[in-house]
């Protein structure tokens, strides 16, 4: 639903739409301070700080195609606006942390396609849909998605304990290792949780930003659990040994730079995937050069 002819941008314009964006950002300054704030404080949101990133990157990469967006005023926005706002207040009264976090994303977008109509969505979906990541992950969802993956990783890590004759038992979440045995727990810092999220982030990046046949970007988005998890049991792995036979101290250090580690060594998986994809024959891009 439209209003208005559609034409080129006019200084006024940019100057209208640059105050509408501000104008959402301080009328939900609460809903981002909370964003931000726990993005900051809590490791498991801390992907939230690189979403802007990843979105203006996929937005530059798709500089050329501004030219097909025009001024074109949409009811379409101005009824995303209003929606917004109530979840806005919804969210807070309801105190739906995920809800309000949501209206004040809408709330930009929705102001966005007020001004541009729907085609700015089309041309620069991947960027806007990266906004998302920015919310921070519902406490339910943590939960959820935690206590299988923590339950996951110990059971992994025993097994390859066990196959390499390293003497370790299981007991419940934790790993005894050692002589004398030590305690080693798996907690929820070990679960993979942060880089479930991080890794996901990072995958929709690469993801969108080469050609790819929407299957390959179905699988690699979709492969994010399993090399989130397979990451994490290389770490715990040699963790574990760690904390079994050197001092508390050396260990922690150790376990902190092995963290450092996991995302590049998901990127070479996500990456290796592609390069399996391309030896099979299996085409991953839209477009194929073929030899002369």
């Known amino acids: 639903m439209m209003f208005g002819e559609r034409r080129g941008w006019m200084n006024r314009d940019y100057v209208m739409l640059a105050g509408l964006l501000l104008a959402a950002v301080w009328f939900s300054r609460e809903a981002w301070m909370d964003v931000f704030n726990r993005a900051v404080i809590d490791p498991e949101n801390g992907h939230a700080?690189?979403?802007?990133?990843?979105?203006?990157?996929?937005?530059?990469?798709?500089?050329?195609?501004?030219?097909?967006?025009?001024?074109?005023?949409?009811?379409?926005?101005?009824l995303l606006v209003g929606f917004?706002?109530?979840?806005?207040?919804?969210?807070?009264?309801?105190?739906?942390?995920?809800?309000?976090?949501?209206?004040?994303?809408?709330?930009?977008?929705?102001?966005?396609?007020?001004?541009?109509?729907?085609?700015v969505i089309r041309q620069f979906a991947p960027a806007i849909l990266c906004l998302?990541?920015?919310?921070?992950?519902?406490?339910?969802?943590?939960?959820?998605?935690?206590?299988?993956?923590?339950?996951?990783?110990?059971?992994?890590?025993?097994?390859?304990l066990e196959a390499s004759n390293i003497d370790a038992v299981r007991d419940g979440m934790v790993i005894q290792i050692g002589n004398p045995p030590k305690n080693v727990a798996i907690g929820e810092a070990c679960n993979g949780m942060r880089m479930v999220f991080a890794l996901f982030l990072v995958m929709f990046g690469f993801a969108f930003s080469a050609p790819f046949r929407i299957e390959t970007r179905l699988l690699l988005l979709a492969s994010c659990p399993i090399i989130?998890?397979?990451?994490?049991?290389?770490?715990?792995?040699?963790?574990s040994l760690v904390y079994g036979h050197a001092s508390e101290e050396f260990a922690d250090q150790f376990h902190w730079y092995a963290g450092l580690c996991m995302l590049p060594l998901a990127l070479l998986m996500m990456m290796g995937l592609i390069k399996l994809l391309n030896w099979l024959d299996i085409p991953t891009m839209k477009w194929r050069l073929v030899p002369q």
């Not at 700080?49 to 001024?71: E, K, T």
């Not at 979840?87 to 976090?101: P, Q, S, T």
């Open 49 to 78: 700080l690189f979403a802007p990133v990843v979105a203006l990157y996929l937005f530059w990469l798709r500089r050329s195609r501004l030219q097909f967006i025009r001024y074109r005023p949409s009811f379409i926005g101005t």
């Open 132 to 160: 998302f990541f920015l919310i921070p992950t519902p406490g339910y969802v943590r939960i959820t998605l935690a206590a299988p993956l923590q339950d996951l990783a110990t059971s992994l890590t025993i097994t390859i």
């Open 228 to 239: 989130a998890l397979t990451c994490n049991v290389v770490r715990l792995v040699p963790t």
């Open 84 to 119: 917004s706002i109530f979840m806005l207040y919804w969210g807070l009264d309801k105190n739906i942390l995920a809800v309000w976090h949501l209206g004040a994303v809408l709330l930009l977008i929705g102001c966005l396609v007020t001004m541009t109509g729907i085609e």
